[in-house]
């Protein structure tokens, strides 16, 4: 079965450099979640999109940005790259905008490391 | 707001023991879910379960098995028969009904041991 892909598995960026991450859900899923996860921390949910548009908001800074586009893949984008950016990056996808009933899929991360 | 809790933060057993992994939640809702989550070294995150308030039937699934209490505010997580390769960081989180985000525990990180 088709799983949520994540590109790219890995990427080194240096400080204040830009970094593009991109996340493609499972077929007819539409809604896409974006977590965050610091050495030795739990997930921290950072913003979620429903049908091409932005559903609820976490802890993202404003030097990020993301948007679902409409073949629903989605993208993460960051700005000004801090070393405590240095993560491990995941995404998710549900199809029917709710997590709880219809679960969630997570893709294997993409980590940064900004040196 | 919600909150999860896993007071543990490394567990070490010696393989074949039983373990049992400890997760406290709060919510407001009375309507939410629940979910058990396994993070191995390699780093992706492996789905286990997702229970729903309205459930509090404890499951079993092999070496594994659940016991939600409502009354308790506990989602508890047991590994009967441990394995080396169960070795990994248990991650439980909570989504609420009206939400569409995972609130995650700190993880229990359990090292099973030859």
């Known amino acids: 079965a088709a799983g949520v892909i994540q590109s790219p598995r890995h990427l080194i960026k240096e400080k204040r450099e830009t970094a593009t991450l991109k996340c493609y859900p499972i077929?007819?899923?539409?809604?896409v979640y974006w977590y965050q996860q610091g050495p030795g921390q739990d997930p921290q949910f950072l913003i979620s999109?429903?049908?091409?548009?932005?559903?609820d908001k976490g802890s993202i800074p404003d030097r990020f940005s993301a948007q679902q586009f409409s073949d629903y893949h989605s993208e993460l984008n960051m700005s000004s790259l801090e070393l405590g950016d240095s993560a491990l990056y995941f995404c998710?996808?549900?199809?029917?905008?709710?997590?709880?009933?219809?679960?969630?899929?997570f893709g294997s991360g993409t980590r940064l490391t900004v040196v | 707001a919600q909150k999860v809790t896993q007071a543990q933060t490394e567990i070490s057993v010696v393989e074949k023991e039983d373990v049992t992994l400890d997760c406290v939640y709060e919510?407001?809702?009375?309507?939410?879910?629940l979910f058990w989550y396994k993070q191995p070294p390699s780093g992706e995150l492996v789905f286990l379960i997702r229970?729903?308030?309205?459930?509090?039937q404890n499951e079993i699934s092999g070496r594994y098995s659940w016991n939600f209490q409502k009354s308790t505010s506990s989602f508890n997580f047991t590994i009967t028969a441990s394995q080396v390769v169960d070795s990994a960081v248990y991650f439980c989180?909570?989504?609420?009904?009206?939400?569409?985000?995972?609130?995650f525990g700190t993880g229990t990180q359990l090292k099973v041991e030859l």
């Open positions: 229970r729903n308030s309205f459930d509090e």
């Open positions: 999109f429903y049908e091409k548009m932005q559903s």
């Open positions: 989180a909570l989504s609420e009904e009206r939400g569409n985000k995972l609130t």
């Open positions: 919510t407001r809702d009375t309507t939410y879910y």
């Open positions: 998710a996808s549900s199809p029917g905008g709710g997590t709880g009933i219809n679960g969630y899929t």
């Open positions: 077929p007819r899923h539409d809604t």
